[in-house]
């Protein structure tokens, strides 16, 4: 059983979150702790200009509403919601806080996920601890 486990969570209809924490919860150990992490992704300076004053705050308030209702009725699991690139900021979130089991749930892969690769793909290429992949 694991005892840090990290679920990232992208808001895409083709994503299984809710399937992705029930993994979680099995595969957590006693006293293990789950955290649910959405990245959000930094828009260029250009496309923050059209943007209504307060909208990212609110976005962001409201992600973070969400994934306190996705962990609601799970023992020792958090929600975090940062910013920065998705790939790169699971695989440093979970160095830096000793994660060792990474459940992320993919789509079926198309073709532009073989000319640029998807985030599954870069976490599992890349993460220097287990990594579990809902389909």
């Known amino acids: 059983m694991y005892k840090n486990i990290l679920v990232p969570v992208s808001f895409e209809a083709d994503r299984n979150a809710k399937?992705?924490?029930?993994?979680a919860t099995a595969l957590c150990g006693e006293g293990g702790a789950i955290t649910c992490l959405h990245v959000i992704?930094?828009?260029?300076?250009?496309?923050?200009?059209?943007l209504p004053p307060g909208?990212?705050?609110g976005a962001k308030?409201?992600?973070v509403e969400t994934l306190k209702s996705l962990v609601a009725d799970v023992d020792?699991?958090?929600?975090?919601?940062?910013?920065?690139?998705?790939?790169?900021t699971i695989l440093d979130f979970a160095?830096?806080?000793?994660?060792?089991?990474?459940?992320?749930?993919?789509?079926?892969?198309g073709m532009q996920d073989y000319l640029l690769g998807s985030t599954a793909a870069k976490v599992v290429r890349h993460a220097k601890?287990?990594?579990h992949v809902l389909r």
């Open 61 to 63: 308030a409201e992600m």
């Open 19 to 23: 399937g992705a924490m029930e993994i």
């Open 95 to 109: 160095e830096k806080n000793a994660v060792d089991l990474i459940i992320v749930a993919s789509h079926q892969p």
């Open 41 to 50: 992704e930094q828009l260029p300076q250009y496309a923050m200009q059209y």
């Open 76 to 88: 020792n699991a958090t929600a975090v919601v940062v910013d920065g690139h998705a790939s790169r």
């Open 129 to 131: 601890c287990a990594v």
């Open 55 to 57: 909208h990212l705050e």
